[in-house]
């Protein structure tokens, strides 16, 4: 889960590798609003799909990332947000991060994440972890 004031972009960092290779899953704040999914190769960003989603800097986005193979799910508070899949030499292994960037418009910011867990395989691609503790807690 994750809340940020004053950036311009939030993401979950994901696969990355030595050589800086990664995937980026984004939330785009003012004046953007919209959810993207990034590939970093060496050292060069390549932004793979979009999907119009307003970013409300005030309440907590659960933020919840899939990799099964070169198949990757974005979703945002339990609602698909991004569904994508890398034909291009995806990336299948590597480490996670948490990114969160002003893009050079604000002093300060303010990253806060809870509840944050990885799993070394797909837990289901048929439902959420948000889905599955609602179904907890009935």
Request: proline share 1%; glycine share 6%.
């Amino acid at each position: 889960d994750m809340l940020t004031q004053d950036c311009v972009l939030n993401s979950v960092g994901f696969r990355i590798q030595e050589n800086g290779n990664m995937y980026l899953a984004a939330l785009r704040g003012e004046p953007y609003k919209y959810v993207l999914l990034y590939k970093i190769v060496n050292g060069h960003r390549y932004e793979l799909i979009t999907a119009d989603f307003t970013n409300t800097w005030t309440e907590w986005h659960h933020l919840e990332i899939t990799a099964n193979g070169n198949h990757l799910l974005f979703f945002v508070n339990g609602e698909l947000a991004l569904d994508y899949t890398d034909d291009n030499e995806p990336l299948l292994s590597g480490r996670q991060s948490l990114l969160s960037y002003t893009g050079g418009v604000a002093l300060h910011q303010l990253l806060l994440v809870d509840n944050v867990q990885v799993f070394n395989s797909v837990v289901s691609t048929e439902t959420t972890s948000l889905d599955r503790l609602k179904t907890l807690f009935r």
